[in-house]
Nanobody, 116 residues
Framework: QVQLVESGGGLVQPGGSLRLSCAAS????????MSWYRQPPGKARELVAS????????NYADSVKGRFTISRDNAKSTVYLQMNSLKPEDTAVYYC?????????WGQGTQVTVSS
C-alpha cells in the first residue's frame, strides 16, 4: 500500500532554515508528480510546491517563491522541501502528497513552527 512518511519539522527562529523529507513506498515513485502541502492553524490546507516525475518541472506558491526549494531523489524514493528565510506565517503542519490511480494519498504530516 502507498505510504508517505514525513520528517524534519521542528521549531526554528524567523530567518532560519529547515529541510523536510518524505519517504515514499508502495507505488512506482519515479513515475509520479509529488507535492508538498501545508495547513496553518485554523486554516485550510494549501499547496506549497510540486515537482514532476523527473524533477525537471517545479512549481511554487507565490508565498514561498525564492525561499523554498522542492527536490527529489528517485533512487531513494524521497522528496524534499528545503525551506530558507522562514517566517512566522510559514508555521503549519506540512504534508507530502501523491495522486496515484486517481486517489490522493497523504503522510501523517510534520509540524513546522517559526517563532522567536
Amino acid at each position: 500500500q502507498v505510504q508517505l512518511v514525513e520528517s524534519g519539522g521542528g521549531l526554528v527562529q524567523p530567518g532560519g532554515s529547515l529541510r523536510l523529507s518524505c519517504a515514499a513506498s508502495g507505488f512506482p515513485f519515479s513515475g509520479y508528480f509529488m507535492s508538498w502541502y501545508r495547513q496553518p492553524p485554523g486554516k485550510a490546507r494549501e499547496l506549497v510546491a510540486s515537482i514532476s516525475s523527473g524533477g525537471g518541472s517545479r512549481n511554487y506558491a507565490d508565498s514561498v517563491k525564492g525561499r523554498f526549494t522542492i527536490s527529489r531523489d528517485n533512487a531513494k524514493s524521497t522528496v524534499y522541501l528545503q525551506m530558507n528565510s522562514l517566517k512566522p506565517e510559514d508555521t503549519a503542519v506540512y504534508y507530502c502528497n501523491v495522486n496515484y490511480w486517481g486517489k490522493n494519498y497523504w503522510g501523517q504530516g510534520t509540524q513546522v513552527t517559526v517563532s522567536s
